[in-house]
């Protein structure tokens, strides 16, 4: 860790003789931070909801021209997975900050008021949910889980499955996406990640 002027601490990714010192602006002040260009994104969860976060953050990383990678493991598997990837699914069961935006308009505050979870457990309240959130990512104009795949790897994003994740589910390569450059360890991993901030999700 790095003391900056005011006291805070930052992480030194990579360490100090990798990583640049905190800019200072014209009047003597710290700007942000001014790492390493390396990010290197780590996907568990299989959940739509939880698939989105680091495609996006992927996205937004090679769109600042840093250098990124993914590691797909566990259920993060069926990201990239051609089989599973269009049918991700949402649910309100164990998700305490479900709330609907819709709710507002029938009267103001609903929309912050978290849904039961109790109704998660009703008969087709997973599709319902998953139809939602789709339609939601559709308004915003924010592409499905695969064409998200194709488009990472259009502008460089380094994807890999995990080792271990792909045996224990009994894959193939020809299961997933072609943007995946490989089936590698955790160990290979933390090697092409070296230096890199790490965001686990």
């Not at 259009?154 to 995990?162: K, L, R, S």
Request: aromatic content about 8%.
């Amino acid at each position: 860790m790095r003391a900056i002027p005011d006291g805070f601490l930052i992480p030194d990714f990579g360490g100090a003789s990798q990583a640049p010192a905190a800019a200072a602006s014209t009047d003597g002040a710290p700007t942000a931070y001014a790492g390493p260009r390396k990010m290197a994104l780590i996907c568990s969860k299989g959940n739509l909801d939880m698939a989105y976060p680091g495609l996006i953050l992927g996205n937004a990383a090679a769109g600042e021209g840093i250098e990124t990678h993914i590691f797909f493991t566990f259920w993060g598997l069926d990201i990239i997975n051609k089989k599973t990837n269009d049918k991700l699914k949402f649910t309100m069961l164990g998700n305490t900050a479900m709330h609907m935006a819709e709710l507002g308009y029938l009267r103001p505050g609903l929309e912050h008021v978290s849904m039961p979870q109790a109704m998660g457990q009703l008969p087709g309240m997973t599709a319902i949910a998953t139809r939602m959130m789709k339609k939601q990512m559709a308004d915003l104009d924010i592409p499905d889980v695969p064409e998200f795949l194709d488009l990472l790897q259009a502008a460089g994003v380094h994807m890999y499955a995990c080792r271990l994740s792909f045996d224990m589910m009994k894959l193939l390569e020809a299961d997933l996406h072609p943007g995946v450059e490989g089936v590698i360890s955790a160990a290979d991993f933390i090697e092409i990640s070296a230096g890199a901030q790490t965001i686990f999700i």
